[in-house]
């Protein structure tokens, strides 16, 4: 089977279970931009993958979600919204990748909701996030894996930790999706053990990775692999957010798709 997860980072740690030898891995593992994950998945180039949230909640009729794992976390150091002004001079135009529709989505809400602006994001094709700085735009959303390591303007905000601050949740930034009716149990289970395992391991994994000390604060603190009680209300505030930001025709469905006996445990619990 081939498992396509992003090329950041963080996606890393979600499958470091697999990666260390702590869980058996029955997965090719494939790295890809975000949107290209989904592009493999929807081609039938892999059997599942690591979508970000928004997709996977606009394609929730084809797909299945994977249970209890996912790519969460509090603060986002891959997802910042950089301009000069501060907090009192909020920009007018915003320049980002138009490809990071998810990131987009996200600063666009937080700026409503938490400053009661509506700047105007001006998409860019084949700019990296350095170059987007560069444009005649006011503000630039910066999203992808060497976003942490790079040199900005005065002044900067973290996306996840806006969407925290705002929703009181953590972000719900990845999950793994099959198509629909394709998650077996092989699948299901490799997934949620290796997240559990990656959680285990955490310390191991953090002092293997060569970075700087806010990035090793960030996989020791904010980063979880677990879809918890706190990341399922994220996940539902996100979804309304979607409706009411004309992203989707209504509020889509959480397809995730269970094992017989997770879901009569779900029903004892409920009962």
């Known amino acids: 089977m081939d498992l396509a997860i992003w090329d950041y980072p963080p996606a890393e740690f979600l499958v470091s279970g697999f990666t260390s030898g702590a869980v058996e891995n029955p997965f090719r593992i494939r790295r890809y931009r975000p949107e ?8 039938d180039d892999v059997d599942v993958a690591l979508l970000p949230t928004m997709l996977a909640l606009q394609g929730s009729d084809a797909f299945d979600v994977i249970p209890s794992v996912g790519l969460v976390s509090w603060r986002y150091p891959y997802a910042r919204l950089v301009w000069s002004g501060g907090l009192h001079d ?26 009661q602006v ?46 925290y601050e705002l929703a009181n949740y953590p972000m719900v930034w990845g999950l793994f999706v099959t198509k629909r009716d394709r998650a077996t149990e092989e699948v299901i289970e490799p997934l949620i053990d290796s997240g559990k395992a990656a959680e285990e391991n955490r310390e191991v994994w953090v002092q293997a990775q060569e970075t700087t000390k806010t990035l090793n ?21 996100f979804r309304k957010y979607l409706f009411y930001y004309d992203v989707t025709e209504d509020v889509p469905d959480l397809p995730f798709v269970f094992l017989d006996d997770e879901e009569e445990e779900e029903e004892e619990e409920d009962a």
């Open 217 to 237: 604060d960030f996989y020791r603190e904010d980063l979880r692999t677990a879809l918890d009680k706190l990341a399922i209300a994220s996940l539902t505030e």
């Open 90 to 115: 909020f920009p007018e135009t915003i320049a980002y990748d138009r490809r990071v529709a998810q990131e987009r989505t996200v600063a666009r809400i937080v700026l409503h909701e938490h400053y």
């Open 118 to 163: 509506d700047p105007t994001f001006v998409p860019y094709d084949d700019v990296p996030p350095a170059g987007l700085l560069a444009t005649d735009e006011d503000a630039a959303l910066m999203v992808g894996p060497n976003v942490p390591s790079l040199q900005t303007e005065p002044f900067e905000i973290d996306i996840g930790q806006e969407w």
């Open 36 to 43: 290209v994950c989904a592009a493999r998945l929807v081609e």
